[in-house]
């Protein structure tokens, strides 16, 4: 319907197997806007300027990011520059960067938030408290996705809780695994704890399998590379009225690309 908005999330894309698949499905998929979380773009850990501007040219509106966002050194300045690309807005004042993208597009306007988690991750600002403050000053009638980069899934759960009906929807990222929880709130907020990963699934979360179990095995350190089979793209497909800014589906996306 043309009150609609359609906005396709696509999980942790990882190294050049992931931004080849973004490539591919964007070409085919239909949504008002595309965002991505890109903080291991660049071999699987981190993000340049030359791996961010690649999937901004195939279509990607915002690229959302998370603690591996400050990996590369070459990131800090385009930060600064490219508010397109964001790092989680709860970091310290003067880290570089935004914490938020406010897009317009074909007469339709989305503001994509970035935040991170403090359980097992960074110490850093209240993400909750943070949030507070965001929406204080946010433009009321834009909708609002939020990407709650986290590792515990009581935090992302809470934070769901905690912004039903503040925003349209909340997607958890940084575990790389997919969930199966995805559901609208009692208050209109699309909620998914974990959108998945869009890279190689014959892996151990994207990288090559027998590094990591030798790692795991012997306990000694080993050079990690991005796997390369088995390419999936993984992520959520939302829905939101634009009269109400309510999430009004939330679909989980898995397709596989040859």
């Known amino acids: 319907m043309p009150n609609n908005i359609r906005v396709l999330f696509l999980g942790d894309v990882i190294g050049k197997p992931g931004r080849n698949a973004i490539e591919r499905y964007i070409k085919t998929a239909i949504a008002d806007f595309f965002i991505i979380n890109g903080e291991n773009l660049a071999g ?6 030359t791996t961010a501007l690649e999937v901004l040219s195939h279509g990607i509106d915002v690229i959302t990011t998370g603690n591996h966002v400050w990996k ?5 300045s385009f930060l600064m520059e490219e508010q397109r690309v964001i790092r989680p807005l ?3 004042d003067g880290t570089p960067g935004f914490g938020y993208s406010l897009v317009r597009k074909n007469g339709k306007s989305l503001c994509v938030a970035n935040i991170e988690g403090r359980i097992f ?4 600002t209240c993400p909750f408290r943070a949030m507070e403050r965001f929406l204080e000053e946010a433009e009321g009638d834009v909708p609002i ?31 790389h695994v997919q969930t199966a929880d995805e559901k609208i709130l009692p208050k209109g907020t699309g909620y998914i704890t974990d959108a998945g990963m869009t890279g190689p699934a014959d892996s151990v979360i994207g990288m090559e399998k027998n590094v990591v179990l030798e790692r795991f095995l012997t306990q000694l350190p080993q050079k990690f590379e991005v796997g ?31």
């Open 44 to 49: 699987g850990i981190g993000v340049t300027p």
């Open 72 to 76: 590369k050194k070459e990131i800090f």
């Open 90 to 92: 709860n970091y310290p």
């Open 121 to 124: 991750m960074n110490t850093l």
């Open 145 to 175: 996705v939020v990407d709650f980069h986290a590792e515990a899934t009581s935090e992302k759960i809470a934070m769901g809780w905690f912004l039903d009906g503040k925003v349209s929807a909340v997607v958890g990222t940084h575990t």
């Open 228 to 258: 390369k089979d088995d390419i999936e793209v993984q992520g959520v497909m939302i829905t939101i009225d634009s009269a109400s800014r309510k999430c009004i589906a939330i679909e989980r996306v898995r397709q596989k690309i040859d």
